[in-house]
């Protein structure tokens, strides 16, 4: 299977499944940081950052927004003071789609570097 980060997001209409278990299952095994979580019956992926203060959070913030604005696919962001949730999932279809791994992917390569 081709890395998630490696991937771009593809487009998704209202009426597509949501990822099997299985699928999920697969693609939760690349990021293992993130949990499923779910809120008003929808299933969503979700990660807490952490930082040393609210500047650095606040520029995660920022450089999340950039992707997410690049791939016309955006979360859900608290940024507060040290640290930032990211939550992903995909309102179209009210759950999660291929795209919120490989997004959640590439918000993990964005904290590494």
Sequence with gaps: MEQLAQMKCTACNAGEPTVSDEEMASYQQQVPQWMIVERA?????????????????????????????????????????????????????KGLHKNDFVMAARTDQLYSS
Aim: aromatic share 14%; net charge positive.
């Design 41 to 93: 019956g929808i299933k969503r992926l979700e990660r807490v950052f952490k930082f040393k203060n609210f500047v650095e959070a606040l520029a995660f913030t920022n450089k999340v927004g950039e992707l997410a604005e690049q791939e016309g696919h955006h979360p859900a962001l608290l940024t507060e003071w040290g640290k930032v949730t990211v939550t992903w999932w995909t309102h179209a279809i």
